[in-house]
T-cell receptor, first 115, second 117 residues
Framework: AQSVSQHNHHVILSEAASLELGCNYS??????LFWYVQYPGQHLQLLLK??????LVKGIKGFEAEFIKSKFSFNLRKPSVQWSDTAEYFC?????????????FGAGTRLAVHP | EAQVTQNPRYLITVTGKKLTVTCSQN?????MSWYRQDPGLGLRQIYY???????DKGDVPEGYKVSRKEKRNFPLILESPSPNQTSLYFC????????????????FGSGTRLTVV
């Protein structure tokens, strides 16, 4: 069955620390990969996406992610976090099932950045 | 402005009282979907629709109904809400149904926080 696993449910960092959030997926076919962010009380916003080509994807707000096909991974990184990055982050995988899209989300990682 | 509009944003209701959460998109998207978000579980798909009059169950369809009579609208219906349906609901749309490897994504609504007492 298709699934998405996010390694950490809660991460606490100090400002300027580096961030890496793990994401692994289980799906045998071609996929699109996404990272979304949800700030407190807000809806989902797209951080970045991979659909083909360069496996290193740059997104908004200084985030990037690397698609490693052999490891079925799509980890999110940011070299130096800010207090304003406090949010919940969701990895999502879109694959075709039965001829149609299915977008599956991980359980999310809550990031708290302390000043 | 291209968007997915959900209404209402907040809703408190009582067990058993039928309710509808509306979702409308103005981008002529083929694909629409409903998710519920619960702490520690991420977003789980309730129902999805590939086009007008074509809908199918997602991973957690029990207790919900949907319809897609027009391309732009995809309402979520709770015929007899129960407390375990208290959750944050998101509607999403996408240009294509059944296409990966292309540069497209999903647009999400602002969410509906539903409380069933």
């Amino acid at each position: 069955a298709q699934s998405v696993s996010q390694h950490n449910h809660h991460v606490i960092l100090s400002e300027a620390a580096s961030l890496e959030l793990g994401c692994n997926y289980s799906y045998g076919g071609t996929v699109n990969l996404f990272w979304y962010v949800q700030y407190p009380g807000q809806h989902l916003q797209l951080l970045l996406k991979y659909f083909s080509g360069d496996p290193l994807v740059k997104g908004i707000k200084g985030f990037e992610a690397e698609f490693i096909k052999s490891k079925f991974s799509f980890n999110l990184r940011k070299p130096s976090v800010q207090w304003s990055d406090t949010a919940e982050y969701f990895c999502a995988v879109n694959g075709v099932k039965g001829g149609y899209n299915k977008l599956i989300f991980g359980a999310g990682t809550r990031l708290a950045v302390h000043p | 402005e291209a968007q997915v509009t959900q209404n209402p944003r907040y809703l408190i209701t009582v067990t058993g009282k039928k309710l509808t959460v509306t979702c409308s998109q103005n981008m002529n998207h083929e694909y629409m979907s409903w998710y519920r978000q619960d702490p520690g579980l991420g977003l789980r798909q309730i129902y999805y629709s590939m086009n007008v009059e074509v809908t199918d169950k997602g991973d957690v369809p029990e207790g919900y109904k949907v319809s897609r009579k027009e391309k732009r609208n995809f309402p979520l219906i709770l015929e007899s809400p129960s407390p375990n349906q208290t959750s944050l609901y998101f509607c999403a749309s996408s240009l294509f149904a059944g296409k990966v490897g292309s540069d497209y994504g999903y647009t999400f609504g602002s969410g509906t926080r539903l409380t069933v007492v």
